[in-house]
Each structure stands twice: as C-alpha cells, then as structure tokens.
C-alpha cells in the first residue's frame, strides 16, 4: 500500500529468511570481517578478469543465501539484481546461473535497497514467493570502467572512496522468521550540479537527505523509532554533509543513531580515504552486519538509505553533472 | 531545461548547497602534497643521475647518448613496479613526485596495458594501452612541432 508520496507499506511484512555477505582481501582486513559469510584471499577469485571475478561473488552470494534458507535454485521464483557494470553484466551473468527469472536494475549504489524493495513489494502482493534480492561491486572492476586502470598510479583526494570488492543477497519469502521488510521509500533524483567523480559522498548526500526526509513525512515516524539510520555509501565526508542537512532541515538525528555503510566496513588505517563505496558496500553491510546484529537481538528495527550516483563515464567526460538516488528500506525483526 | 547547454549554469539551491558542502569537504593538502612531490620526483632524478654515471663511466656512453639507455631503465623499473603493483601506492603518496617524470609516463602505459590483458591482445593490450598516454603524445608532439616551426622561422628571418 503507497502511503504519502513516495513510501509503500507491505503490510503482510514479507521475510528476510536468509543472507549472504561475500567479500574480497580488503574487505576482510576490514572492521567488519567476520560479518561475511565468506572471504576471498585473491581479487580474481580465481578467474580471467574482474568482470568474472564480481560475477562470481554474486553468484555465491546467492548460493549461500539460497543454502542458508533450506531452499534450492530450482525453487527461486523471482531473481532481482543490479550492479555497476555496464550492461549489469555481472547480474546478467549470474542470472543465467540462477536460471530464475530475472528482473535487472540498476541504481548505482543504491542497487541493493531497489532490489530488496522491489523484492517485498513483490511478496507483499503475493506475486511471488522465495525471491533473491542482491547487489554486487568489484573494486577494480569499477576503477577500470569509471576511472582509471587499478595499477595507475594517480593521487585521490582526501574526498574519495573506495569501491568494496562484495556482493550481498537476501532470501525474501511471505511469511516465516528474520527480520521482515515493513516499508521502503523510493527516492526522486536529486543533482546538486556537483560533477566530481572523486566527490560521490557530497553528491550523493542530498539525495540520501530527500528520502530520509519523505520516509519520515510519509510515515509520519520520529527518527527514534529506529535503532539504525544507516545510510550507504556516503562515507565520511558525504554522512558529516548529510547529518549537518538534517539539522539543517530540522529532522532531529542521534549520531549514535545516524551512521553509513561505508564509514563502517573498513577499519580507520585502512588506505579508503572517505570510505567504502559501491554496491557491494550496502548489500554486505546490510545482508551481513546488520541482519546479524538483528537476528542476535541487538537491533530491533533499522533504516537501510542506500544511496547512487547515477553517471557514467561519458556523462562525466562530457561534463555533465551526478545525478543521484537513494532508497530507504526499513528492516523489523 | 537542465541538460539545455545554456542553462548549465547552476541554480541558486545547486550554489547554496555547494557552498555548505565546499565548507564541509577536506581540501586537498597543498603544500604537504608539494613537498612530496617535490622529495620523490627528486629522488627518481637522482636515480636517474646515477644511471646516467654509470653508463658514462663504464660504458663508454658520451654525456648525450648516455640519456637513451638511463631513460630505458627507467622506464624498465617504473614498468617493473607497476607489475608488482607497487607503482600505485607511490603514486598516491608522492601524486605528481611520480607522475611527472618518465616513469609516470611508463606507468600509464603499463598499467592500462595489464588492464587490459583480459580483453586479449589486439583489442584489450594494443588497443588500451596509450589509453591515458595517447593525448600526451599527441598534443606533445603537436606542440613540439608548432614550437620548430616558430624557431625554423626566427632562424631564417636572422632572429638567431
């Protein structure tokens, strides 16, 4: 049910049975390493490129998520995935695997939320049961197609992130235990004419502010009735912009309550500059972290506002400005 | 009306909202950058000084013919290290220290060219490699020929 503008309500509260986090080297030298279910030594994953590699990480991230809810490929109604890649080849690809049928999206970083939304919406109308929602990003394989080759040796600037080498996937049934998805709100565009593709965070943030904004108008919620407002891939420079809009806006926000993704999966010594990026970052931090907390009883309800730049690297060239999204879903055990 | 050329300008909500979020970005660290800068690029020189020596002194190398092998080995290190994916991490430390001399020029080519090694050959290795070198040839070739041209034509006015 659409409630205000932009939120849907699923009132049969559709089931996170089960998730997955895979991860690569970086991510397991990170703070938040034995949240994943598997971690990789080598980038390639063992295969030809990183193309293949990410494809890889998507495919055992739904393996172990599919193997986690007692269920079986062949049972799977509905595959709903995106990632970074041109063609989201790595969702494409992973979807033959699968061989369910397969819807494929693409929101930049917020990826993971616009497939677990969707993946309720689809549940809570009873158009499906047994659905797999998941993102994925490759660290190199984003730096090749959006900036430069991965052994170049060019200086970022302090505002720049790093995209994290994962791929997260939830198991979405109608009914059983997990935390369930009770609402998700779908963000508008928002471009503040910022063009720097070493700036995703102050592009994206507000974007992140204009959804967390209209969750809460259109529920009609106070921020507290969360545990976790966790925005995605904002990192360090674009969460201290969005926590300072909110105030600004006069949305009342809890530091300890208001954190990101990104500023959490990597430890401070860590070379990530701002922090993590990509879609990766959201899905495993929220398919991993989070849900593990939650299921452990230490969160009861959380915010998950993942958030995307919609460019490419011809936009760029042509100097366009960063079209940006965010998608909040929100998470109750 | 946003993607209209000659609206590119921003709206005065993009300007407000840059402004708050220009105050809240940290800056680049200038002249600690420089300082980098200026510590590793002269150390490469250095580097590249000694290699000179060594080829004037036991090779029998003239001052001037002495500079075509010293920029080969430069070259062969700084290609060297981008294999072993070390050049990188210098980059970032050193940023234009290790990006203005020739081996950053090697490292450029290097590195597009093991990128691309996934997509073969002719159209991954060959076709990607001056990927980020083809504009610095290009315009450093064009401008080197514009530059002799105007001397060609001082010295034949009597200029020189």
């Known amino acids: 049910m659409i409630q205000g503008h932009q939120t849907w309500v699923f009132e049969s509260k559709p089931v996170i049975i089960a998730s997955a986090a895979v991860g690569g080297p970086f991510e397991g030298n990170g703070a938040l390493a034995n ?34 809810g007692g269920s079986k490929k062949e049972d799977v109604q509905f595959f709903l995935s995106g990632d970074l890649m041109n063609q989201i080849i790595s969702s494409s690809f992973a979807a033959r695997t699968l061989g369910a049928p397969f819807l494929g999206l693409f929101g930049a970083c917020s990826s993971s939320m616009e497939s677990l939304s969707l993946a309720a919406l689809i549940a809570d109308n009873k158009f499906g049961d047994n659905l797999i929602a998941a993102a994925s990003s490759h660290n190199s394989a984003a730096e090749k197609q959006f900036r430069y080759p991965t052994e170049y040796g060019g200086q970022k600037p302090p505002t720049a992130q790093w995209t994290v080498t994962g791929a997260g996937a939830a198991l979405v049934r109608q009914q059983g235990e997990g935390p369930k998805v009770t609402a998700a709100t779908i963000g508008r565009v928002v471009d503040m004419g910022i063009s720097d593709p070493f700036n995703m965070g102050g592009a994206m943030a507000p974007a992140a502010v204009d959804t967390i904004e209209a969750h809460f108008r259109d529920l009609n919620r106070e921020t507290d009735y969360y545990d ?16 300072d809009l909110l105030k600004k806006h006069n949305i009342k926000m809890d530091k300890q309550r208001f954190t990101d993704c990104g500023i959490l999966i990597y430890k401070k010594e860590q070379p990530a500059l701002a922090g993590g990026s990509g879609c990766g970052c959201s899905a495993t931090v929220t398919y991993g972290h989070f849900l593990n907390r939650m299921r452990k009883g230490e969160l009861k309800k959380i915010l998950i506002v993942a958030t995307g730049v919609l460019m490419s690297p011809i936009s760029y060239q042509q100097k366009e400005s960063m079209p940006c999204i965010a998608h909040a879903v929100s998470i109750e055990m | 009306m946003m993607s209209n050329k000659k609206n590119k300008k921003l709206t005065p909500t993009q300007q407000q909202y840059q402004a708050f979020a220009n105050k809240r970005m940290p800056k680049r660290p200038v002249i600690k950058n420089c300082i980098k800068a200026f510590l590793v690029g002269g150390i490469i020189c250095t580097i590249g000084q000694a290699v000179k020596w060594v080829f004037i002194h036991y090779f029998e190398f003239t001052e001037i013919t002495a500079s075509n092998p010293t920029v080969a080995v430069l070259i062969m290190i700084s290609t ?31 590195s597009a060219a093991i990128e691309h090694r996934s997509e073969g050959y002719v159209l991954g290795v060959g076709g990607n490699m001056f990927k980020l070198a083809g504009s610095v040839i290009v315009y450093g070739v064009f401008s080197a020929f514009v530059v002799s041209i105007i001397k060609i034509t001082i010295k034949a006015l009597g200029g020189m």
């Open chain 1, 35 to 68: 949240d994943f279910d598997k971690l990789h030594q080598d980038t390639w994953l063992g295969q030809g490129s990183y193309e293949k590699a990410e494809k890889k990480l998507l495919e055992e991230a739904c393996e172990i998520a599919i193997r986690k």
């Open chain 1, 228 to 243: 976790i407002i966790a925005t995605g891939d904002l990192g360090s420079v674009g969460h201290q912009i969005a926590a």
């Open chain 2, 80 to 110: 060297l290290l981008t294999g072993l994916g070390v050049y990188d991490h210098i980059g970032q430390w050193a940023g234009a220290g290790s990006a203005v001399p020739v081996t950053g020029f090697a490292n450029t080519m290097s």
